[in-house]
DNA sequence: TAGCTGAGTTCGAAAAACGAACGCAAGGGA
DNA sequence: TCCCTTGCGTTCGTTTTTCGAACTCAGCTA
């Protein structure tokens, strides 16, 4: 077995740990969700090189995560990428990223941007809850049943 | 700019996402989630080369997510790992993956195991709110904006 | 006609990952 | 005492990825 081979893993946390665990991909969606969509401005703002940007691209389409745009410029058609409704679903590991990265990595309370809920103003935080209960649950409320 | 200078960037995302973006770091995270703690399990559950293995515990202990616990075995001190505060706070990250996971990459509702919250029985989801407010956010509600 | 631009592709060099063998310290059994 | 085992790495030669600079290509624009 191989790195890849996680990916037929019958996980659901599995196959999406090295779905995005591979290099570049999680950078990638960062900038995706921070506007950007061409892939000139991927190369230039991320400074990945052009053939793995290509590749991961292209994972993410298969993946269903992106889907690419036609869009005109210089009365050309070109296209951009852009999340599917899959892709706009990862917004909840990212923001989770964040999180963390704000309580554990920041300690000159430095950011490159800052998140508002438009309706409210407040900040945005990730969570992990109980379906049932609804309470706010940490790593040691949680019991691992392995499968049956 | 190369991968490894994304350590150094200034944004609360962007280190933590090159930290776990790194190949096998999320599949070493879940691996420990679920309960493993010591490097022959880890390499033998995740078929990971053994220099690998070593090197991404090593960068897991230097960022204080891991910590090395001695136990006896056969009367010999030995160590294991484990998660630290910092570490543990990663749950987060790991259920959003798989919220996701669970929706988008399980057609067969097939898992390797369950979850549940040991007081009520109910199950886990990861999600996005307003600090202010309380609401459930997604992409669309929030709105980003540059550094000054 | 020549140049520019966005979006890739190609290819040789460098870095990372692989995997099998080796090292090592301590305990147990013969 | 000698040898085997165990847990945890380290080494090293090979394969895979990544890098980065150059190249391609199509259609505008001058």
Known sequence: MSYASFASLPCTLGRPAAL???????????????????FEDFQSTMEISRSVLTDRLNVLLQEGVLKRVPYQHDGRTRHEYRLTEKGRDLYPVLMALRTWG??????????????????????????????ECGVELTARDVQVTARA
């Open 20 to 38: 995005l665990g591979e290099r570049w991909t999680l950078l990638l969606l960062r900038q995706i969700f921070l506007g950007t969509r061409r």
């Open 102 to 131: 704000e309580k554990w990595m920041a300690p000159d309370e430095e950011e490159s941007f800052h998140l508002h809920h438009r309706d409210c103003g407040g900040g945005v935080r990730a969570k992990v809850e109980c379906t």
